[in-house]
């Protein structure tokens, strides 16, 4: 018998009642995806090229990508902990606050041309990137099995509206910055810092009851009154494996996605694109990332999560491919690069995700997943620190096509995956018999 407060027991108790808060809570997850989707759209766009702006240099372009997304694993971790104990309104919602709070630092570094400021601050900012991603979690807590990766598409595709927006407004906050003296890189951080701030009020007043509290007492009342000790090894098993293969669909991705994604903008720069013109392609590139999201949250449910990681690795290949042959004069070829490299990571993160979720309980689900996107953020930084000196020293095309062959790489883990998941379900058919 649990002894929960009685808010919380009337979900346990009540099926219908779990529904009913599974649906408003992804309603709340949406419209905070939308603010931090714009927020996030900032350090993505103009942060390289602010870095280069203040140091003079491309070597330390991808310095930017890499300090907030190292911001970012840090505070994955810190959220994870943090939604652990208290629930995802109150981890979700500091992780934002930070962010925004980072935003308004970046920009008092433009202003007073202070490079360390700069640094500090995005290593902040990277908090609400983060947030931004871990908040894809907080829709899954209530979700049936069959429900899972469609709840993940819902949240992620509400990023669009924000994400695809935020570049766009590049020129536009621009020119608002300037009017108001301050430098117009700094402009979309502006934006970014409002975005931010938003999204955790959403969380603060809405998320309430908090639905991972509601998904650990229903664990907790199903643990106790059903306990078989040889199912739970042969599930703890199964769990393992699939937090290494979810793992590392999402962290191949994110090195992928991040190292490319990083120096496209400086590789226009360098042959004579406009900031309109990087603005578009990083646009139609995040609008990739985020509003394929619905079809393939249904695709991951119903053909699998195996076969959609596996096309996840062929759309990567195919966006190196198609970036290291593009010519430079033409903006119209990397805007199918970048979208193929959008489609390919939000195949590998919804999968992935779906993986996750699949191979975790309640007990420790929150911290696991934070866990297990600091090695995603720890992926992405790396993949934005490195691609700044590969670039330097060889080219984009070589990036390009680095990346490319290191996501075919998820195509043996899969299949690894498969085999033993099969072997296991072999092994046990006797036993069962």
Known sequence: MTHEPHHIQDYVDSPSKQQQLFKRTLLIVVISQIFGGAGLAAGVTVGALLAQDMLGTESYAGLPAALFTLGSALTAFLVGRFSQRHGRRMGLAAGFFAGGIGAIGVIFAAINDSVILLFASLFIYGAGTSTNLQARYAGTDLAKPNQRAKAISIAMVSTTFGAVAGPNMVGVMGNFAKSIGVPALAGPFILAAGAFLVAGAVFTIFLRPDPFVVAKAIFKAQSDSSRSTAAHANMRQNNNRGLIVGATVMILTQIVMVAIMTMTPLHMKHHGHSLGDVGLVIGIHIGAMYLPSLITGVLVDKIGRAAMSIASGGVLLAAGIVAALAPTDSIFVLIIALALLGLGWNLGLISGTAIIVDATEPGTRAKTQGTIDVLIALAGASGGAL???????????????????????????????????KKVVSNNLPMNG
Do not use: D
Request: no cysteine; hydrophobic share 45%; aromatic share 6%.
């Open 387 to 421: 691609s700044g000196m590969v670039t330097a020293h060889t080219s984009y095309a070589t990036l390009s096509l680095s990346g490319g062959g290191l996501a075919l790489l998820l195509i043996p883990v899969v299949i690894w995956s498969r085999r033993k998941q």
